[in-house]
Each structure stands twice: as C-alpha cells, then as structure tokens.
C-alpha cells in the first residue's frame, strides 16, 4: 500500500509519518519545493494549493492521509484558500487519477457547537462560526459529496512527542474557565486512529477520536507549572471542547496514552 501524506512537516504529520513507516507502509510526503524529505519516504513536489503539480503526487496511491492545513492565524482568508479550497484541488485530482484510492480526512472536535448539551457526537448538530472549524466542515462536506471512499477523523487538542503543544497552551486560554474540560489525544494514538483508516475500518464515517480522561484547563496548565486564577463560576457551557468517543471505540479503537497524565509520568510529552 503507497499513502500520499499532505501535511507531512507539520505538528502531526511530522509524528505520523515515521510511525507509518515503522508499520511498514510504503508512504510518500507532498513537500513544497525546497523541502526536505524525511528518511525512507518518496518525495512528491507538490501544493494543494496548485492543482496542476498534485496529479503526479496522487498517481499510482492506495491512499491518501489529508494533513495539511492552516490554523494559527488572523488570515480567514488563507484559512478558507488552504483548508477548503485546498482540500477540493485534491480531491478532483484523486477523482481522475486515483479513484479508487481511500480518501482519510484530519478533521477538528472544534466543529461541535459551544453549547452543546452533551460532549460532542458525530450526530451533532453544528454549525461554527470561526474559519478554522468552518473551513475544516466545508472540507468534510466536499469530501463527502465527492464519490470517493472517505473516512473523516475529528481530532481534539493532539498533543506530545516533544512537539510543544501543550506548552503554548497558557498563552490562549488566558480568559477561559479554569474548569473547562478539553477531551485530549496523543500523537502515538492519531497513528492508531489512521492506522484503522488505513485498513477500512472507518469507511464512509465521520469519527471522533480522543483519549480515555478529558483534562480541565487548570488541570493542564498545573502539569505546566502554570497557576491559573480558581473560579467557582458555573460553566457557561460545560460540553464545549469534549468528544464523545464511543464509536471509534466500538470500531477498534483503543488508546495505549489514556490521559495526559499518563503520558506526562512516562515522559511522553
């Protein structure tokens, strides 16, 4: 099996992809040029932003694991171009040259709404406001209109491996309840999820997957060393930012880091 991997020098990508091929598939990295290509991985040149250079990248794929995105930034506008518009450009070229290839989608728990009034299911109403969440749901839609054999994964807050993550957290959530929970997974189970993928167990479904203990805030800045100011404030809305994962599991899912406690004790993060 060759797997075209978009996003493949990024936060997630640049820990899934050595996993993969440590499992023995045969991966190939979409790099802009200049890039350097990480060890025993093909190089495709390449940018979902230029339809004409993904043909090539596409050609000859079992499957492609659809990284690449942009979050971090005040620039809606590059948002929606990469997130939606560069999902689409690699569709159409996996529609005429690979058609036969499976299509995973990394997708965000921050689609669900704020207000939710259980932790946030694949079933969920949503509808969100901000363009990273709204351009990643327009990417799942395109994809899932596309005819293509599909599997969307919606990832929580990833974090681990050294990537730095979890230590820029405190300077985001500055405002935020110190309560507020936050479902959780580690790199090394984003590689279990696509792993699953990969071999068809989440054809043609939208899945969330996290890990075993959703975190509060105070929680996670306190493994930091970061005191946040205690509030016994209720919660606005309790729900937000917490996945319920029941279906990965029912589909064979099962996290090895099942909280960041664990991954903290075992020197994981």
Request: one cysteine or more.
């Amino acid at each position: 099996m060759t797997i075209l991997i978009t996003g493949a020098t990024g936060l997630v990508g640049e820990r899934l992809l050595p996993r993969l091929v440590e499992a023995g598939f045969s991966c190939r990295a979409l790099l802009r040029a200049g890039k350097a290509c990480p060890d025993s991985v093909e190089a495709a040149t390449g940018d979902i932003l230029d339809p004409a250079t993904l043909s090539n990248a596409v050609r000859g794929v079992s499957a492609i694991v659809h990284l690449a995105a942009v979050f971090r930034t005040q620039d809606s506008g590059l948002i929606w171009k990469s997130n939606r518009d560069g999902t689409r450009n690699l569709i159409t070229a996996v529609q005429a040259v690979a058609p036969d290839a499976r299509f995973i989608l990394s997708s965000t728990s921050h689609v669900y709404n704020n207000d939710n009034p259980h932790p946030g299911r694949e079933d969920d109403p949503v509808n969100p406001h901000h363009a990273y969440p709204a351009s990643k749901l327009a990417a799942e839609q395109e994809l899932q209109e596309s005819g293509l054999n599909w599997s969307i994964i919606r990832f929580p807050f990833v974090y681990g491996d050294g990537d730095g993550h979890l230590e820029s957290l405190p300077k985001h959530i500055s405002t935020w309840h110190p309560a507020q929970r936050m479902s959780t997974v580690h790199h090394r189970d984003v590689a279990t999820a696509v792993q699953l993928a990969l071999e068809g167990a989440f054809d043609r479904l939208v899945v969330n997957v996290a890990d075993d203990a959703p975190a509060s805030i105070y929680e996670l800045t306190g493994l930091l060393g970061v005191q946040l100011e205690s509030s016994a404030e209720p919660l606005s809305n309790p729900w937000y930012l917490q996945v319920d994962s029941s279906l990965a599991r029912s589909l064979g899912f099962h996290c090895s880091v099942h909280s960041v406690y664990q991954a903290q004790q075992e020197g994981l993060i």
